[in-house]
């Protein structure tokens, strides 16, 4: 979850939104939808232990049509998207060290040796990943200590509400910021696409998910009010590097360059995270569908390495091609789309399905289900309003999935999961 969209995000947010309270409490929000959404994906995690997230719920609970058009969405851009977002972020952070880096070619690369990592055995790439991610959460702490023990004068910030935030708050900014705090949560979820491979996932998933989530969400908050107390709101405001930018009203020059190579290290583990979970959707996928069987293969460790190559070939050409604020939009709209209706479908099975046993579920029944559901729909009619084009490219994205499932359908009818 921690990577590039908290060292992102807060740039964008500030071109309309120079508030320190109206900025936490996005962050809070994001938090909350976040833990909300967790405690959904638990229940159906549990209900329905089978890797593939999304993909595995829509399928049993709506339709194989609404299963595979996740699953194309995943497929397209749902972890590519964030891979390349991630690995764009930590190619910029090395350009803010080394102006001449090639941004572009150092992505590609990052994500090319990422990949080559984890085709190997699951113990190596489980390996990989958890030493990047202990590495990044010692990082990110060493970096809020240090900058505030180190900085010359804190900012004047005005940390308590005002009558004109009101007014910020119902704002369409503040529905399409929260769009870029709900990216940086990306990755709540991400366990149940691995729900498979876990040893009694009807009781391990439920506990990742939930004290995931909650510890992203308090380092997030701290994290941002390091920033509003280090950097003034007006030097920051547009920039992508932000934790650069931080650094350098920190430590100063020589500091921000080494805090960069720390930040452009950190993200190797979002990279990483990103191509260990996205395949074994698309495995699942592969298995359900003949048409997309080249998927499914597995090397002689059950790694999914055709899937693994498949989706770093999607991330290489996103990078090549895309800007990061596009890709961002697009994809969190329509990813936003995908998980709002398998939240509601925690709902749609218990009405369906009451017989299937429920090893979790979900506490405050419904209000989780409403508030993640609510402020989800709120955001995405915002976007579709202020951002229609990229709005309008997810859509068309959903619309060529339909297609599709409906020529594999004809291609395939053997297969049982066509419906």
Known sequence: MIGTGVFTSLGFQLLDIQSAPVILLLWAVGGVLALCGALCYAELGATLPRSGGEYNFLTN???PAAGFISGWISTTIGFAAPTALAAITSATYLTAVWPHTPTTLVAVVLVLVVALAHLGSRTGSARFQLFFTALKLVLIIAFIVLAWWHTPQL??????FVSTDGALITSGAFAVALIY?????TGWNAATYLAGELDAPNKTL????????AIVMGVYLILHIMFLSVAPMEAMAGELEIGY??????????????????????LISTVSAMVLAGPRALQVIGQDFSLLGFLAKENRHGVPWSAIVFQTGMTVLLVVTSTFDAILVFASFTMGLNTLLAVVGVAVLRHRRPDLARPFKVPWYPWPLVIYAGITLWTLIFVLWERPEEAGFGILLIM????FYQFARARSPQDNALG
């Open 245 to 266: 930018v931080v650094a350098e009203f920190a430590f100063g020059a020589l500091g921000a360059q080494l805090v960069g190579l720390m930040l452009a290290l950190l």
């Open 181 to 185: 705090v709900n990216y940086a949560y």
């Open 155 to 160: 900012q004047d910030i005005r940390w308590l």
């Open 61 to 63: 609970i709506y339709h």
């Open 206 to 213: 439920p506990k990742v998910l939930l004290v995931g989530s």
């Open 400 to 403: 060529l999935g339909w297609l």
